[in-house]
């Protein structure tokens, strides 16, 4: 699986559009891009993936560029309660059952201000 | 989506004993994962239960250490066996339901293990 590279943390005003970008400048063309978020004290929560097309959905947008080569999660009005470690996985997908898992790296820290 | 429980949810043991934790799902799954989560770390995937055979394991995890079962397409344990402090960690599952081999997956709350 391509490696990913994300800032260790950032802070965003609440109800402000939080950004978070993602590196992942050696994916392949049939590598996913996901983004997952681990509350403290919480197992991780899936948000979002994608592939080539920007995604969204209840959560969060999701925003690839052309060349693939990174991304970028937005949440739209930032709440206090999305206050977590973000991360970003490009990965092929385990359809080949154990040759690929998700690799969770170190993530982004968002921590949202009053 | 799937709503996972684990028990316990947190426990103290002594070293040298062992720790069975449980992962129920509410819906059949085809693929369920268990993780570790060491003190300030990130996620690691330990192996994958697979249903009515040997569980896959990752490099570094084997299966005198953390035996798993897979009885059927809800339930799945992981043992953590032998235990030392340096397997202090919250230990967590996880399930695919899209069948289909995607990353989508859904987690459970975790067991936090302290080992004394």
């Known amino acids: 699986d391509a490696k990913t590279t994300q800032p260790p943390s950032m802070d965003c005003a609440e109800g402000r559009a939080a950004n978070l970008p993602c590196n992942h400048s050696?994916?392949?063309?049939?590598?996913?891009v996901y983004w997952y978020r681990q509350i403290h004290s919480q197992g991780p929560q899936y948000i979002i993936h994608g592939l080539k097309n920007n995604e969204t959905n209840e959560m969060a947008s999701l925003i690839i560029t052309e060349d693939r080569k990174s991304s970028t999660l937005i949440l739209p009005h930032a709440t206090l309660r999305d206050t977590a470690v973000y991360y970003c996985?490009?990965?092929?997908?385990?359809?080949?059952?154990?040759?690929?898992?998700?690799?969770f790296g170190t993530g982004t820290r968002l921590t949202i201000i009053p | 989506s799937a709503v996972i429980s684990q028990k316990p949810s947190r426990d103290i043991c002594q070293r040298g004993t062992s720790l069975t934790i449980q992962c129920q799902v509410d819906s059949q799954v085809t693929m369920m994962f268990w993780y570790r989560q060491q003190p300030g770390q990130s996620l690691t995937l330990i192996a994958t239960?697979?249903?009515?055979?040997?569980?896959?394991?990752e490099s570094g995890f084997v299966i005198d250490k953390f035996p798993i079962s897979r009885p059927n397409l809800t339930f799945s344990t992981l043992t953590v066996s032998n235990m030392s402090p340096e397997d202090s960690s919250i230990y967590l599952c996880?399930?695919?339901?899209?069948?289909?081999?995607?990353?989508?997956?859904?987690f459970g709350p975790g067991t936090r293990l302290t080992v004394l």
């Open positions: 050696t994916i392949s063309g049939n590598e996913y």
């Open positions: 996985i490009v990965t092929r997908g385990i359809s080949n059952f154990g040759n690929e898992k998700l690799t």
């Open positions: 239960a697979n249903q009515g055979s040997e569980a896959t394991y």
């Open positions: 996880s399930v695919d339901t899209s069948g289909r081999g995607t990353d989508t997956q859904y």
